[in-house]
């Protein structure tokens, strides 16, 4: 029993530890340089005096639907207007994006190192790194796209159990 424990801990550790790497990789130039132009539009949106305001400008835009403006908006005002804080939710998407790589790949049946391999790829590949550094929407767009993904995998195993309720 001891050794078959230790065996499920084992990608667990490993997801940690990509987990973590990732974090730092992140961390490591998340306030190297000031707000650039797109997120200065998002430290206005999440500053607007009124959530009708702040919504107003979203409409104006045109291009990026809400919910990330909506979270920002909260970090702001749970945090404050760093450019840290305004960049801490797309930190966090990104990291989360990255986790859901393992149960995607248990789902698929995948060979138990392809996985973390693909883990490590995108905790490591510059484009992921920078959107997740970015207080712009990019990063949630790829977590709901993980999201949709596992939906996906579990409807095709299984159509009866992951229904819409």
Do not use: K, N
């Amino acid at each position: 029993r001891v050794d078959e424990r230790s065996d499920g801990l084992g990608p667990a550790v490993v997801f940690v530890a990509i987990l973590l790497l990732a974090l730092a990789v992140r961390l490591a130039g998340l306030t190297g340089e000031s707000l650039d132009g797109d997120e200065v539009f998002t430290l206005q949106v999440a500053t607007a005096p009124t959530i009708s305001e702040a919504l107003s400008l979203v409409a104006a835009d045109l291009v990026h639907p809400p919910l990330y403006y909506l979270v920002a908006r909260a970090t702001v005002a749970f945090i404050g207007s760093s450019d840290l804080a305004l960049r801490l939710p797309s930190l966090i998407f990104g990291l989360l994006s990255i986790a859901l790589i393992g149960p995607l790949g248990r789902r698929l049946g995948a060979p138990s190192i392809v996985a973390p391999l693909a883990a490590t790829l995108v905790a490591l590949h510059h484009w992921h790194i920078f959107y997740s550094q970015q207080a712009r929407s990019y990063a949630l767009f790829c977590l709901l796209t993980m999201l949709l993904l596992l939906w996906a995998v579990q409807v095709g195993r299984d159509p009866g159990r992951a229904r819409w309720r």
